[in-house]
T-cell receptor, first 116, second 114 residues
Framework: GNSVTQMEGPVTLSEEAFLTINCTYT??????LFWYVQYPGEGLQLLLK?????DKGSNKGFEATYRKETTSFHLEKGSVQVSDSAVYFC???????????????FGKGTLLTVNP | NAGVTQTPKFQVLKTGQSMTLQCAQD?????MYWYRQDPGMGLRLIYY???????DKGEVPNGYNVSRLNKREFSLRLESAAPSQTSVYFC?????????????FGSGTRLTVV
């Protein structure tokens, strides 16, 4: 079945540090990959996505590249801010054996705390 | 544009009580989903509705029922609440399958069963 594994948290960084959150996946077929962010007390928001191999998703200074050869979709940001403190979820969507693709499969989330 | 609206935002139930969590979307999305979020467990799918008139079980359906009332609304019912159902519940919707578009989430319902 489909699964997503992301690095265990929590991750604590100082402002302006470089961020990497690792994400690897197992899926049948050709999945689409997503990163979601959840700020305290809120629902999940789509941060970025990539729908085919070698695509790079980017948004708000965050980037992730779809690497089919390593089945990875690592999230990076060059200089984090205090306002980036949140939980980050990696997710995938892949067509099932019937050809439909209704559901996202999520990783367990990584808590990021950025200190001033 | 409200997106996905969940009610209530907070609820405390006694063991054995029943309640319905409401979810509505105004984006004309076809598919809707209910997840629960627990510490260390990530998000787990309870039920989903690929289109109006259909519902299917997800990963953790026991103790829950759902109704896709119309294209806009998808409710989750706890018939006899148990402390193990203490969680944060999220409703989400998508245009069709999630392959290209992902989901839009509501802000959640925090449920405590005592």
């Amino acid at each position: 079945g489909n699964s997503v594994t992301q690095m265990e948290g929590p991750v604590t960084l100082s402002e302006e540090a470089f961020l990497t959150i690792n994400c690897t996946y197992t899926a049948t077929g050709y999945p689409s990959l997503f990163w979601y962010v959840q700020y305290p007390g809120e629902g999940l928001q789509l941060l970025l996505k990539a729908t085919k191999a070698d695509d790079k998703g980017s948004n708000k200074g965050f980037e992730a590249t779809y690497r089919k050869e390593t089945t990875s979709f690592h999230l990076e940001k060059g200089s984090v801010q205090v306002s980036d403190s949140a939980v980050y979820f990696c997710a995938l969507s892949a067509a099932n054996s019937g050809g439909s693709n209704y559901k996202l499969t999520f990783g367990k989330g990584t808590l990021l705390t950025v200190n001033p | 544009n409200a997106g996905v609206t969940q009610t209530p935002k907070f609820q405390v139930l006694k063991t054995g009580q029943s309640m319905t969590l409401q979810c509505a979307q105004d984006m004309n999305h076809n598919s809707m989903y209910w997840y629960r979020q627990d510490p260390g467990m990530g998000l787990r799918l309870i039920y989903y509705s690929a289109s109006e008139g259909t519902t299917d079980k997800g990963e953790v359906p026991n103790g829950y029922n759902v109704s896709r009332l119309n294209k806009r609304e998808f409710s989750l019912r706890l018939e006899s609440a148990a402390p193990s159902q203490t969680s944060v519940y999220f409703c989400a919707s998508s245009v069709g399958g999630a392959l290209n578009y992902g989901y839009t989430f509501g802000s959640g319902t925090r449920l405590t069963v005592v």
